[in-house]
């Protein structure tokens, strides 16, 4: 049984899942089949929790995830928690010296609202954007996983413990991967140290907006337990097209002003000690 040596620590809604799918169709590569099993990540969630974002946290079970890998040189996994989970670092250096760390930022005001709007969606999240946001900043000691919003935001506090644990980490972009996936895939491939040009790469946006198709699948699938037994019931190879059925694609409702305004003036700071940490400045600098 293969040990993970490559570890995907982008932030939540950066496009973490649609480079973790193109990574996983390379003949280089096995990658673990359930893409976040946050296993290094020490928070605490509730049983129901666990069960609905198939958390693994038994050493046993973390182990089984892997054992498809054969000959591939890179194994790995790809947990957004590693990012934002102080802990998180320190106990995958512990167990992975060695192991090469990707990273994907994004525009924190944009990823944060991404991030409210799927929790709107999945029934997690039920104040505005702009309350959200407000009562996180005004008591961030209650922020509860996985709903950070400012929290998951903080890159400058963040990147410090890989770049200061491991020798090998490469920091993406998610506007750069937005517009050049393959391009951006590519230098991961090269990076990582396999083929960079097999398979040819169409990568295709994963968990993209969506809204419900009727509001019967609102009330259902905004309902942790409905959820819990759907996935208990469909299985893994038709859930694709059981969130089409229930799905659909949709263009963003448009951000509040006024908190993007707020997020903008807490996050503004971060930007040059991320330019400082990654030799570049992000791409919202400009903005």
């Known amino acids: 049984m293969r040990d993970p040596n490559f570890f995907l620590v982008g932030a939540a809604k950066s496009g973490t899942t649609s480079l973790y799918v193109s990574l996983a169709s390379h003949p280089e590569?096995?990658?673990?089949?359930?893409?976040?099993?946050?296993?290094?990540?020490?928070?605490?969630?509730?049983?129901?929790?666990?069960?609905?974002?198939?958390?693994?946290?038994?050493?046993?079970?973390?182990?089984?995830?892997?054992?498809?890998?054969?000959?591939?040189?890179?194994?790995?996994?790809g947990s957004t928690s590693y990012l934002w989970d102080p802990e998180a670092p320190g106990r995958i250096a512990q167990a992975a010296p060695d192991?090469?760390?990707?990273?994907i930022l994004r525009?924190?005001?944009?990823?944060?609202?991404?991030?409210?709007?799927?929790?709107?969606?999945?029934?997690?999240?039920?104040?505005?954007?702009?309350?959200?946001?407000?009562?996180?900043?005004?008591?961030?000691?209650?922020?509860?996983?996985?709903?950070?919003?400012?929290?998951?935001?903080?890159?400058?506090?963040?990147?410090?413990?890989?770049l200061d644990r491991f020798d090998d980490v490469l920091v993406l972009f998610f506007e750069d991967f937005a517009s050049d996936a393959s391009g951006e895939t590519r230098r991961v491939l090269e990076f990582l140290g396999v083929d960079p040009h097999h398979p040819p790469f169409e990568t295709m946006p994963e968990n993209p907006y969506a809204r419900p198709r009727t509001e019967l699948a609102r009330r259902l699938f905004g309902f942790a337990p409905a959820r819990l037994a759907a996935r208990a019931v469909v299985p893994a190879s038709l859930w694709p097209a059981a969130r089409r059925l229930v799905w659909r694609r949709d263009e963003k409702p448009p951000v509040d002003p006024r908190a993007a305004a707020l997020l903008d003036e807490v996050f503004r700071p971060d930007v040059p000690r991320i330019a400082e940490l990654v030799g570049v400045e992000p791409p919202w600098a400009r903005r």
């Open 29 to 77: 590569i096995f990658l673990s089949p359930l893409k976040e099993p946050h296993f290094f990540s020490t928070f605490d969630v509730d049983r129901r929790t666990a069960r609905l974002q198939r958390i693994v946290r038994d050493e046993q079970g973390y182990r089984r995830l892997f054992s498809g890998a054969t000959t591939e040189p890179v194994v790995g996994e």
């Open 99 to 103: 192991a090469r760390i990707v990273a």
């Open 107 to 162: 525009d924190p005001v944009d990823r944060a609202y991404s991030h409210y709007l799927d929790d709107v969606r999945q029934g997690f999240e039920s104040r505005t954007f702009l309350d959200a946001v407000t009562q996180e900043l005004e008591r961030p000691e209650e922020r509860r996983w996985p709903s950070a919003y400012v929290g998951f935001g903080r890159y400058g506090e963040q990147l410090p413990r890989y």
